[in-house]
């Protein structure tokens, strides 16, 4: 069974930054595709930025230039730098893997930025 665990959420001013990090149990990591997600109150939630196993990456166009998603095979662990925060950014972030036909979920951590 694959657990992650998001750290790095908390409370910031508009323009700041933060670093999530998303610590995965278990092994064959390295061959997992990883993502982040966010969601709000009565909102879909939404991918923000994946990663390959190949460390390919993309972002939403919404943190485009602002947010960027990187993976250390070695600690097993996915992070999401975010920089020039805004208050849209609120949400709760979390990680996601996908290995095969299986999806796994972290339990989030909440961003919380203020104007």
């Known amino acids: 069974q694959v657990q992650l665990v998001e750290t790095g959420g908390g409370l910031v001013q508009a323009g700041g930054s933060l670093r999530l990090s998303c610590a995965a149990s278990?092994?064959?990591?390295?061959?997992?595709?990883m993502g982040w997600y966010r969601q709000v109150p009565g909102k879909q939630r939404e991918l923000v930025a994946p990663?390959?196993?190949?460390?390919?990456?993309d972002v939403a166009d919404s943190v485009r230039g602002r947010f960027t998603i990187s993976r250390d095979n070695a600690k097993n662990t996915v992070y999401l730098q975010m920089n020039s925060l805004k208050p849209e950014d609120t949400a709760v972030y979390f990680c996601?893997?996908?290995?095969?036909?299986?999806?796994?979920w972290g339990q989030g951590t909440l961003v919380t930025v203020s104007s």
């Open positions: 990663i390959t196993s190949g460390s390919s990456t």
């Open positions: 278990g092994r064959m990591f390295s061959m997992d595709a």
């Open positions: 996601n893997m996908n290995r095969g036909s299986l999806e796994f």
